[in-house]
Nanobody, 111 residues
């Protein structure tokens, strides 16, 4: 498995969850890493991306609530999700370069 996602689960609105994704070293070192999500009946959408220099981009819907970070020593990218809303409910996918995808992890936020 080249991308392995961890975390997710159930949270109440206003709560927090953390997602992590580990990659092989060669993939991690050359890739923009990030997270997309897909809610039921909707298209997959960008959540956040982080480049090799640490520069990050976020979807407007998560700015100020989610933080993406990368640990180069552990080849891991983490998405800290705070102030969760029911509309954050989705399957979250880790990506490397938007060409490789993890298996998806479900995040459910109850109101």
């Amino acid at each position: 498995v080249q991308l392995q996602a961890y975390g997710g689960g159930l949270a109440q609105a206003g709560g927090s969850l953390r997602l992590s994704c580990s990659a092989t070293r060669i993939i991690f070192s050359v890739s923009v890493m990030g997270w997309y999500r897909q809610a039921p009946g909707k298209q997959r959408e960008l959540v956040a991306l982080i480049g090799s220099t640490g520069s990050a981009n976020y979807a407007d819907s998560v700015k100020g609530r989610f933080t993406i970070s990368r640990d180069d020593a552990k080849n891991t990218v983490t998405l800290q999700m705070n102030s969760l809303k029911p509309e954050d409910t989705a399957v979250y996918y880790c990506t490397a370069g938007m060409t490789m995808w993890g298996q998806g992890t479900l995040v459910t936020v109850s109101s």
